[in-house]
């Protein structure tokens, strides 16, 4: 049964971060204004915070955290040049 668990927890670690590259790709191509980089960066969190809390007590926190760390740092960078294109443009 914990094998069971620890496999599909990492499947969902691997859906997750599938999807926040997919969305992060998707951001990168659009304007986002500081109000929606919030709501992007809050559900990023959530989404994130809820993948840890169901984490089988057997996976060591080192090994997903080295896969989460390039997607945080995309994130980082994807909302910051969104958000300065935003702000580029309405001072032009």
């Given at each position: 049964?914990?094998?069971?668990?620890?496999?599909?927890?990492?499947?969902?670690?691997?859906?997750?971060?599938?999807?926040?590259?997919?969305?992060?790709?998707?951001?990168?191509?659009?304007?986002?204004?500081?109000?929606?980089?919030?709501?992007?960066?809050?559900?990023?969190?959530?989404?994130?915070?809820?993948?840890?809390?169901r984490?089988?007590?057997?996976?060591?926190?080192?090994?997903?955290?080295?896969?989460?760390?390039?997607?945080?740092?995309?994130?980082d960078?994807?909302?910051?040049?969104?958000?300065?294109?935003?702000?580029f443009?309405?001072?032009?």
């Amino acid at each position: 049964m914990d094998e069971i668990r620890h496999q599909e927890w990492i499947h969902d670690l691997q859906d997750f971060i599938s999807y926040w590259n997919q969305e992060l790709d998707d951001i990168s191509r659009r304007k986002v204004d500081s109000d929606e980089c919030s709501e992007i960066m809050d559900s990023f969190h959530k989404n994130m915070d809820f993948l840890l809390l169901r984490r089988p007590a057997d996976i060591v926190e080192e090994d997903f955290i080295g896969q989460l760390r390039p997607l945080l740092n995309k994130l980082d960078s994807s909302l910051a040049m969104a958000l300065c294109s935003v702000k580029f443009e309405n001072t032009t």
